[in-house]
């Protein structure tokens, strides 16, 4: 139990000022997992239940390796999916199929909307849910893809793990 407090304690600490992290969280996001090339277009989008420290970042990102970005944010739908229909702004729909990459970050996600479908039919788009990110997470995420190679990481989570089963 105490093991579990101070492990949980840190992550808090840790999270409390992400600026930098959270920075470098989105740079891995656009360089390594999205593979945003210059010239491309992205579309980054969110509700009003959004984290949006996750969106500007992942803007900055994007605008940093030569990607040319446009952000919308709207009312957080009633529903998710195809059940968002109604609630979806029409600019919003058409950007979703003139884009090259679409990165949700919608708390209500649109995976399934008509919109959605839309834009996937024109199979030129490019497509990452992240719905519901928040910053803690991003930061948590890209972690989990840098150190597990480092061995003093590994060291130091299977002690903590260790202790926990104690």
Not at 19 to 29: G, N, S, T
Not at 33 to 48: F, N, Q, R, S, W
Not at 115 to 121: I, L, N, S
Request: aromatic residues 6%; neutral net charge.
């Amino acid at each position: 139990m105490k093991e579990t407090f101070i492990i949980e304690l840190e992550l808090i600490v840790l999270t409390a000022g992400l600026d930098l992290e959270l920075a470098k969280a989105a740079q891995i996001l656009v360089k390594d997992m999205i593979k945003v090339k210059p010239g491309e277009d992205i579309l980054i989008y969110a509700d009003t239940e959004s984290d949006m420290r996750t969106v500007e970042e992942t803007s900055k990102a994007v605008h940093s390796v030569g990607g040319r970005v446009a952000t919308v944010r709207y009312p957080a739908p009633r529903g998710v999916g195809e059940a968002a229909d109604l609630d979806i702004p029409t600019p919003l729909g058409a950007a979703m199929s003139n884009c090259d990459i679409m990165i949700e970050f919608s708390s209500k996600y649109l995976l399934y909307s008509t919109p959605w479908r839309k834009a996937m039919e024109t199979r030129r788009v490019r497509y990452l849910c992240l719905s519901g990110m928040t910053a803690e997470m991003m930061y948590v995420a890209s972690v989990a893809l840098i150190y597990p190679h480092s061995p003093a990481f590994r060291k130091r989570l299977q002690s903590s793990l260790k202790k926990l089963s104690e």
